[in-house]
């Protein structure tokens, strides 16, 4: 899953798609590169993000959801229910809510009624204020609890189990020790019969892990590392920026893996 970020502040690549034809442009790159879907979002959840209107958020999406012409498989990177439904009518097939159905008490009826598929992420807090010294007992036991659950909310408001996955929210309510632990131990949540997204590409961790502690972003080969790693502990779904690395490092990896 190729990022595409349509917002001026995102940590990772804040304002380098800001203009819509550079956002269809990397949304193509990335296809022709080997990502199978392109998440493309109109507001930014780094730690201390703050919330965008639905208004500005359409505003941002809509031109490039316009742009790929239904031709490019697009998953919607957003929580607003309005969003979503423009989103969806535009082509997009799968609705990634990084506050899993907790956000907008409309998105379930809006996935489910359009037989979208679904992305439900763990997330501690609320972006503003979720990296200020998050605390479980047990990361990985609490984040299947909680996927467990909203997964079975998703299926309550009538969206098919089939058409959903599963995201432990890389950095969202996590330090560093909290994020490893939970690729370390993703067997956990694989467990949970559905597949698992993890999105480590450029976080923070990885610039903390080698070395930096105010570090705001991590690298490309740090990312690839961890992707890998993922992989290899059953994750299904990679959300990445850095497209052509992480098809050419998991290729790789599944050669090996078999
Ligand atoms: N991470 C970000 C945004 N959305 N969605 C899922 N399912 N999983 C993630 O790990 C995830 C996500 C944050 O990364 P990014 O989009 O690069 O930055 P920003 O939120 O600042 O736009």
């Known amino acids: 899953m190729g990022v595409v970020n349509v917002t001026p502040d995102s940590f990772s690549d804040g304002g380098v798609h800001f203009d819509p034809g550079k956002a269809v442009s990397a949304a193509r790159r990335m296809l022709d590169e080997g990502a199978a879907i392109v998440d493309v979002g109109g507001e930014s959840t780094r730690p201390g993000a ?5 208004d500005e958020e359409l505003r941002r999406v809509g031109p490039v959801l316009e742009g790929l012409q239904g031709e490019v498989p697009v998953s919607i990177d957003t929580s607003k229910a309005e969003v979503a439904r423009r989103a969806l009518e535009l082509g997009a097939e799968l609705v990634n809510d990084v506050t899993a159905l907790r956000g907008d008490p409309e998105l379930a009826g809006v996935v489910a009624d359009q037989g979208a598929y679904l992305c439900l992420m763990h997330m501690l807090g609320e972006p503003r204020t979720m990296q200020r010294d998050p605390r479980y007992d047990d990361v990985v036991a609490e984040v299947a609890r909680f996927l467990e659950e909203r997964l079975a909310a998703a299926v309550a408001a009538g969206i098919p189990e089939e058409h959903v996955c599963l995201d432990p929210g890389i950095g969202f309510g996590k330090t560093v020790e909290h994020n490893f632990e939970l690729i370390r131990r993703l067997d956990e949540l694989t467990a949970l019969g559905r597949p698992i997204v993890v999105g ?8 903390k892990l080698l070395g930096d502690p105010d570090a705001t972003t991590g690298t490309t ?14 994750a299904s779904i990679l959300r990445v920026h850095d497209v052509r690395e992480h098809v050419e490092a998991l290729t790789a990896a599944a050669a090996a893996l078999g």
Do not use: I, N, Q, W
């Open 221 to 234: 080969a740090a990312s690839v590392g961890a992707a890998v790693a993922a992989y290899e502990r059953g």
């Open 50 to 54: 703050e919330p965008v209107s639905v």
């Open 200 to 207: 480590f590409s450029r976080k923070s961790s990885l610039g």
